[in-house]
């Protein structure tokens, strides 16, 4: 079943973002205002477009959270891989998993690091 959401979420999202997507969506629109004075311009008329729009962005949610949960999770593994590999710190790997003040933390940290390396790097070049 996994699989199958999975591949499901991805080709819906994938196909959500096309510009045929787009095209299909102003067209429902157009074909819906242009019903209007058939209908009278009802709250039925106007229940039908609030309703089709609320269901497709409810599910859209969920569909493209999966997709880019997915993605993060990969961009995540590739990063850990490629400092493990590299002369990085390991303890880098996994820190996605930190609280927001952990992160922080660790974010100063680098910038402080980074602005020493870049004051020594100016002292050798005056």
């Given at each position: 079943m996994?699989?199958?959401f999975t591949r499901l979420?991805?080709?819906?999202?994938?196909w959500a973002g096309s510009p045929l997507a787009f095209v299909a969506c102003v067209?429902?629109?157009?074909?819906?205002l242009a019903s209007g004075p058939v209908f009278g311009f009802s709250d039925t008329w106007?229940?039908?477009?609030?309703?089709?729009?609320?269901?497709?962005?409810?599910?859209?949610?969920?569909l493209i959270q999966n997709t880019q949960n997915r993605d993060s999770a990969a961009l995540h593994a590739k990063?850990?891989?490629?400092?493990?590999v590299s002369k990085a710190r390991n303890k880098f790997i996994g820190i996605e998993h930190l609280t927001e003040s952990e992160l922080e933390e660790i974010r100063k940290t680098?910038?402080?690091?980074a602005a020493r390396v870049d004051n020594l790097a100016g002292d050798e070049t005056d």
């Open positions: 996994e699989k199958f979420a991805g080709r819906i999202s994938y067209g429902f629109v157009v074909l819906w106007q229940l039908i477009i609030n309703t089709s729009t609320t269901i497709i962005t409810f599910l859209m949610v969920f990063i850990d891989e490629l400092i493990r680098c910038e402080r690091a």
